[in-house]
């Protein structure tokens, strides 16, 4: 098995994780609806994790997951027979990047419909962290590879805002998960403007398919959805009916992309139709973000943390997924190939198309 990466702190001891445990469950969550206030230890490649302090740890932070989160379904029902779950592994560990502007907007992708995990998914830029690597050179490693910023030492400053409990598949009527993440945001804000940024970015074609800026205005409204539910609830009336965003083309080009207002408000499907929608986790941290600038109308949970972040109010259901039929043609239980990731060297041609697309947010 390989090394462990998120370990949990729960006899006075570091103890790995398996992949089918739930780690949210592990930390409390049958004692309350979420999220929990956990206690890290962020080491090079690896994650620490309590409910309690201990030496060592470096923040206290909001843990979440979703409200149809198969682990915690698999926790509530018993599972049947030919379900089985990877034994050889544990739970991984990814970091994932909120860039924020100097005017207040921040970075989110989508993600290609080649991608064999969570494609046509909007999501801040991120991934695996590296054994030994830190976890802000891993994130910003990420940020380089999908999108070709480079932020320059000293023109940036970071915090930790949350943890997320990621599966994919993401719910139990999709199948059986195959990947098992703790997903750890981090706050990166620059001193350039989103232009400047936007500037000098340079797309992964192979991961990425678009990109955009949300402002706190769109970005509260894409926080308050509620996966889970049919329709988004307690929305402003004053949103508009797009956000602009950009699109890369076939050719190399790209071309201005008005996204509709219901794309970015679309939930979680009980079916694996793979409709464009922000990812639940991306919500989460979104939420949080907001919270961190204070926005008016983000009531924020105590939880205090190493980074003077709070946690913010989630809503956990029962969960109803039903368990997936077994038998053939299911996902298989062995660990399937993880995407690959091209450097900025193998991606990294002149974008003709930065000055044009700039005019359309002078």
Same mark, same amino acid.
């Given at each position: ?68 989160? $198969?682990?915690? =379904? ?7 027979? /030919?379900? @089985?779950? %990877?034994?050889?592994?544990?739970? &991984? *560990? ?121 402002? $706190?205005?769109? =970005? ?7 996966? /889970?539910? @049919?329709? %988004?609830?307690?929305?402003?009336? &004053? *949103? ?123």
């Amino acid at each position: 098995m390989a090394a462990a990466r998120v370990l949990l702190l729960l006899s006075g001891r570091p103890e790995s994780v398996g992949f089918a445990q739930s780690v949210c469950g592990l930390l409390g969550a049958r004692l309350g609806l979420g999220p929990w206030p956990t206690h890290c230890g962020l080491k090079r490649g690896q994650l620490l994790l309590s409910d309690r302090p201990f030496p060592g740890a470096s923040a206290r932070l909001p843990l979440q997951r979703p409200p149809f989160c $198969p682990f915690a =379904a698999l926790d509530q029902q018993p599972r049947p027979l /030919g379900a @089985e779950l %990877p034994t050889n592994r544990g739970v &991984d *560990l990814g970091v994932a990047i909120i860039l924020q502007s100097s005017d207040q907007t921040v970075l989110l992708t989508r993600r290609t419909r080649t991608l064999s995990v969570s494609p046509n998914l909007w999501v801040p830029p991120g991934g695996h962290v590296e054994l030994n690597e830190e976890l802000l050179d891993g994130g910003l490693r990420e940020l380089w590879e999908e999108t070709g910023l480079q932020l320059p030492q000293g023109q940036f400053s970071w915090v930790p805002l949350g943890l997320w409990e990621s599966a994919y598949p993401p719910r139990l009527s999709w199948g059986f998960p195959e990947y098992h993440h703790i997903i750890l945001y981090l706050l990166v804000v620059s001193q350039e403007s989103q232009q400047q940024l936007q500037t000098r970015m340079q797309p992964n074609p192979s991961e990425v398919s678009a990109f955009m800026w949300l402002g $706190p205005g769109v =970005a509260a409204a894409v926080a308050a959805t509620e996966d /889970g539910t @049919e329709t %988004p609830r307690h929305l402003s009336q &004053d *949103l508009p009916p797009s956000v602009l965003a950009v699109e890369l083309e076939a050719n190399g080009g790209a071309r201005p992309l008005a996204l509709p207002m219901s794309t970015l408000l679309q939930t979680t499907l009980t079916t694996t139709e793979g409709r464009e929608r922000v990812s639940t986790g991306t919500k989460f941290a979104l939420r949080l973000w907001l919270q961190h600038l204070g926005w008016e109308g983000v009531t924020p949970l105590p939880c205090e943390s190493g980074a003077h972040v709070d946690p913010g109010p989630a809503k956990e259901e029962q969960n109803t997924d039903p368990l997936p039929p077994t038998g053939p043609g299911k996902p298989s239980a062995q660990s399937p190939p993880q995407p690959t990731s091209m450097t900025l060297t193998e991606h990294s041609q002149p974008l003709l198309w930065v000055r044009t697309l700039l005019q359309l947010w002078e």
